[in-house]
């Protein structure tokens, strides 16, 4: 068909392991649009009217993932529209819901390039979520223990299913920042983009 195909890179990886950091320079040098999931869900959680702002408050408190018709996700790469290069998609999909939902809203429309998998060692995760100060409501030790559970029995396999496809790309990202960015760059570079 002549329907333009979204180039798409996913970025996952635990809490606190730096995928919005990563996805702020390589939005900046690449021209690509950043979509954080979990951005688009504060927004959507802080608009006036919103019916469920309160739903998503309690999920990302309790580290667990919403349904995949409240994410955001979709009607935002639609509003991006056609003029974007590609998108960084942030933190999706996180679990089986999500993967389904995107592969019934996306099939045929995007191309996937490949997923950015940062590892990061918990300690250095926690310590980074509550030393972040922007009095995000999960920034607390009880819920990140809830999130990181929720990233290894959930997220995980995500990435396992990426793999079995030859898309995931491992970078190490519990090292100085230069360093981490310098890898994430060769990835995207080596990608074509
Ligand atoms: N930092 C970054 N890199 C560093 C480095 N190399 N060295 C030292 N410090 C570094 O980084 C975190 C902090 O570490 C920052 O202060 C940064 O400066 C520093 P950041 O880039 O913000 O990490 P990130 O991986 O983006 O961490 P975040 O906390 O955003 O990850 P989460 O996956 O927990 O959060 P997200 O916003 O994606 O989701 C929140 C919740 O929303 C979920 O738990 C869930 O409840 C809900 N959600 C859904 O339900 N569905 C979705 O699809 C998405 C989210
Ligand atoms: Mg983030």
């Known amino acids: 068909s002549s329907q333009k195909l979204f180039k798409v890179v996913f970025i996952l990886g635990p809490p606190g392991s730096g995928k919005g950091t990563c996805c702020h320079a390589i939005q900046k040098n ?4 950043h979509l954080s999931a979990g951005d688009l869900l504060r927004e959507e ?9 309160a739903l998503i408050e309690a999920h990302i408190r309790n580290g667990t993932i919403v349904p995949v018709e409240i994410t955001c996700m979709f009607q935002a790469m639609r509003a991006a529209g056609d003029s974007a290069k590609g998108f960084l998609v942030d933190g999706f999909p996180r679990n089986q819901d999500n993967l389904d939902g995107w592969k019934r809203q996306m099939s045929g429309k995007v191309d996937e390039k490949f997923v950015l998998f940062l590892t990061c060692p918990t300690d250095d995760c926690i310590k980074r979520c509550l030393n972040r100060g922007e009095g995000r409501s999960d920034d607390n030790e009880e819920s990140f223990r809830k999130r990181i559970d929720t990233y290894n029995s959930q997220t995980l396999p995500i990435v396992e299913f990426y793999k079995k496809q030859g898309l995931v790309r491992e970078v190490n990202s519990g090292r100085p920042i230069e360093q981490v960015l310098e890898d994430v760059e060769r990835v995207f570079t080596e990608a074509g983009f």
């Open 30 to 33: 690449h021209g690509l649009i």
């Open 45 to 53: 959680r802080q608009r006036e009217g919103s019916e469920v702002g």
